[in-house]
């Protein structure tokens, strides 16, 4: 064996490795069929390697994606919970309705008696009267408490008076929702939808781009 | 790429953007679409069920922390079995003496100190030729020096494409190659008459 070409062996792992140039093949197969040690060498490595060939697939355990899962850190549980409320909609509404329903809230109803509006560029203030200037147009939700809305001009958004008045003149136009708040029940109602409407707002910029 | 991996890719994809986003649950779905192959690869290397189960859910555990840092034009099986593979050579080289460590035996293609001192130990001919084929296959994968032999599984027995190899375990091409044949050479020389 020691007297053949260095070259036949290299030509030999090529071969195996399906890689091999024709020119090289061509040389290879001359040589072993005159060389019986050469073909012996390449008999056995090819036997090696079909009987490594012959193992079995094998399993994973059973229960190893549930071992898997177990083992893997705790998520951050702001995440979990958010899941939570956007996979049970009714439960988290029920859940949210008892949590609104403690005194924080109705004690908030009475007590805050303080005229105040939501900023937005163009309202004319005045005492506790709020002017939509008629040929304005406020881009963005207006929400006044305790005192008096005049509209006049336009709002592109929605409009929430809250304990208050308000006055539409003919020339008014209000492109989103208009509603007046001024019972304790509607107050509750308004706050657990502003309250959902956040979590799905939230929730959603979780989800993926792609879906 | 096949049109069935493209949309298996795509399919991988969307669930790492899930865990991605903090959806947990997302993950199970690619632990167990994963499952058996990286359970095979850690059992052929590691030669042991329970050490087997212990570094492929170590291994899937180690994805999900760092599963920000997979670049998802990438395979995500290459990047899967890297870190596995990585694992149980920990693994092997944590179990057996230090020196023995890389220190290649001159003129014995492929084997190590440890495949050297094993096969001193190595069983009887008469006790290896009684061995169930299985048995067999995993005690010669066993002797290898876990250099070869972690190529020799990728190749033979999970038949991945040597470039797939290289990507794998970080190697270049030619030094896959190379230790293939070597791998080969000692199998044979392990083996005797088959
Ligand atoms: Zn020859």
């Not at chain 1, 030509?11 to 040389?27: K, P, T, V």
């Not at chain 1, 209000?174 to 929730?203: C, N, P, R």
């Not at chain 2, 001159?106 to 495949?115: A, D, I, Q, R, V």
Request: charged share 30%; hydrophobic share 40%; with cysteine.
């Amino acid at each position: 064996m020691n007297t053949c070409p260095e070259q036949i062996v290299h030509c030999m792992h090529a071969y195996l490795d399906g890689d091999i140039r024709h020119d090289d093949e061509q040389l290879l197969m001359k040589h072993l069929a005159e060389c019986p040690s050469c073909q012996k060498l390449m008999d056995d490595l090819t036997d090696a390697i079909e009987f490594i060939e012959q193992a079995e697939p094998i399993e994973a355990p059973v229960g190893f994606v549930n071992d898997v899962m177990a083992r893997l850190p705790k998520e951050k549980s702001q995440v979990g919970i958010q899941r939570w409320l956007r996979k049970h909609p009714l439960l988290a509404a029920a859940a949210m309705f008892f949590v609104l329903m403690s005194a924080s809230i109705f004690s908030g109803y009475g007590n805050d008696q303080q005229f105040s509006v939501t900023k937005q560029p163009n309202l004319i203030v005045e005492g506790e009267t709020v002017t939509v200037p008629e040929g304005e147009v406020i881009k963005g939700d207006i929400i006044v408490k305790n005192g008096e809305l005049r509209i006049e001009g336009e709002v592109d958004g929605n409009v929430t008076v809250i304990r208050g008045s308000k006055y539409m003149a003919s020339t008014a136009v209000v492109t989103g929702t208009s509603e007046e708040i001024d019972q304790a029940f509607d107050w509750l109602w308004y706050k657990i939808k502003e309250t959902v409407k956040d979590i799905f707002k939230t929730g959603d910029g979780e989800k993926p781009v792609e879906e | 790429m096949e049109r069935r991996d493209i949309a298996m890719n795509q399919l991988i994809n969307k669930r790492i953007n899930e865990v991605i986003k903090g959806n947990q649950e997302a993950f199970e779905e690619i632990v167990t679409l994963f499952q058996h192959r990286l359970y095979h690869v850690c059992y052929r290397m590691l030669g042991n069920r329970q050490e087997a189960e212990d570094i492929a859910q170590e291994a899937f555990v180690r994805a999900y922390i760092n599963i920000h840092t997979f670049d998802q034009k990438r395979k995500f099986s290459t990047w899967l079995f890297r870190i596995a593979t990585n694992l149980c050579i920990d693994r092997i080289r944590k179990r057996k003496p230090d020196y023995y460590l890389d220190a290649e035996v001159p003129g014995t293609e492929g084997l190590t100190m440890y495949s050297q001192v094993a096969s001193d130990v190595a069983l009887p001919e008469e006790e290896v030729a009684r061995m169930e084929t299985e048995e067999r296959i995993q005690y010669e994968i066993g002797r290898l020096s876990d250099k070869y032999r972690s190529v020799i599984i990728l190749r033979y027995i999970e038949e991945l494409p040597l470039q797939e190899i290289s990507d794998i375990l970080e190697l270049p091409l030619g030094t896959v190659k190379t230790r293939v044949h070597r791998g080969r050479a000692a199998l044979k020389k392990q083996m005797g008459n088959l």
